[in-house]
């Protein structure tokens, strides 16, 4: 069987510009097969987030048993997870039907308008539960001040908090550096003592909606296809870079990506 399988567990993005509908665009448009578990409804477009609608946790659970029973999965990917119980329902799914299966979680924390998306005490059941298992962890620069405790305004600064969450068990840290005041875009990644450093053009656009779980995404779908992880990353950032140099422009506010720039060229 050719490998690819992604099992996505997050939320609903009624915009269709991140979440679980981004996540599918972005694993299908790389050649991935994507299969889900949604762990939130939201009411969103590219300006808000207006509602959230919490799925039982119990039916979270049974969505990830009976894709992991059959279909099964060559990567998990982890999006929203947005309170203690959903964390540790899907910790707890994770272990009974998919141990050894690959994890790459994207720290899904804010929203890019700002609503959000996991609760505040919900943060140390993340950095418990999540870490430990997770093959390759994506923050941003204000998601990693939060899991590590310090502020990070430098690419230095960004290794060092990346160098504390990985004591948390991750074995991987993508720490993306859109949000530091840098010329250029520097994505540094930490496997055990190295650093990879990823320096990417950095794009003037409002249209930047989803670039988080797209960049997991694309993470996952090359870790379900046999890739390692720093080449994962290295065709994920290539990815994401077209993916908004070609955004189609929708919306009032935080735009969407072109997902589907790698088929339609």
Request: proline residues 3%.
């Given at each position: 069987?050719?490998?690819?399988?992604?099992?996505?567990?997050?939320?609903?993005?009624?915009?269709?510009?991140?979440?679980?509908?981004?996540?599918?665009?972005?694993?299908?448009?790389?050649?991935?097969?994507?299969t889900?578990?949604?762990?939130?409804?939201?009411?969103?477009?590219?300006?808000?987030?207006?509602?959230?609608?919490?799925?039982?946790?119990?039916?979270?659970?049974?969505?990830?048993?009976?894709?992991?029973?059959?279909?099964?999965a060559d990567?998990?990917?982890?999006?929203?997870?947005?309170?203690?119980?959903?964390?540790?329902?899907?910790?707890e799914?994770?272990?009974?039907?998919?141990?050894?299966?690959?994890?790459?979680?994207?720290t899904?924390?804010?929203?890019?308008?700002?609503?959000?998306l996991?609760?505040?005490?919900?943060?140390?059941?993340?950095q418990?539960?999540?870490?430990?298992i997770?093959?390759?962890?994506?923050?941003?620069?204000?998601?990693?001040?939060i899991?590590?405790?310090?502020k990070?305004s430098?690419?230095?600064?960004?290794?060092?908090?990346?160098?504390?969450?990985?004591?948390?068990?991750?074995?991987?840290?993508?720490?993306?550096?859109?949000?530091?005041?840098?010329?250029?875009?520097?994505?540094?990644?930490?496997?055990?003592?190295?650093?990879?450093?990823?320096?990417?053009?950095?794009?003037?656009?409002?249209?930047?909606?989803?670039t988080?779980?797209?960049?997991?995404?694309?993470?996952?779908?090359?870790?379900?296809?046999?890739?390692?992880i720093?080449?994962?990353?290295?065709?994920?950032?290539?990815?994401?870079?077209?993916?908004?140099?070609?955004?189609?422009?929708?919306?009032?506010?935080?735009?969407?990506?072109?997902?589907?720039?790698?088929?339609?060229d």
């Amino acid at each position: 069987m050719s490998k690819g399988r992604v099992l996505v567990i997050a939320g609903s993005d009624s915009g269709g510009g991140a979440g679980i509908q981004g996540d599918i665009k972005t694993v299908s448009a790389l050649g991935g097969f994507a299969t889900t578990a949604i762990t939130a409804l939201t009411a969103q477009n590219t300006q808000l987030v207006s509602a959230i609608h919490e799925v039982p946790v119990g039916f979270i659970k049974e969505q990830i048993r009976v894709v992991m029973t059959d279909i099964g999965a060559d990567c998990i990917k982890l999006g929203m997870l947005h309170s203690i119980g959903v964390i540790e329902a899907v910790v707890e799914a994770i272990k009974a039907y998919a141990a050894d299966v690959p994890i790459v979680s994207d720290t899904v924390m804010i929203s890019k308008g700002g609503a959000k998306l996991l609760a505040t005490d919900a943060i140390a059941a993340f950095q418990s539960h999540i870490l430990p298992i997770s093959t390759l962890i994506t923050p941003n620069i204000p998601e990693a001040e939060i899991l590590s405790g310090q502020k990070i305004s430098s690419p230095l600064l960004a290794v060092q908090a990346g160098q504390k969450l990985l004591k948390f068990g991750a074995t991987a840290v993508l720490m993306k550096g859109g949000h530091l005041d840098n010329e250029k875009i520097i994505d540094q990644l930490l496997i055990d003592d190295e650093v990879h450093v990823f320096e990417g053009q950095r794009i003037k656009s409002r249209h930047t909606h989803g670039t988080g779980c797209a960049m997991a995404s694309a993470c996952a779908t090359g870790i379900a296809q046999g890739q390692n992880i720093c080449d994962s990353v290295k065709r994920a950032q290539a990815y994401v870079f077209k993916a908004i140099l070609t955004a189609p422009g929708f919306g009032k506010g935080h735009g969407p990506l072109n997902h589907f720039h790698s088929i339609s060229d």
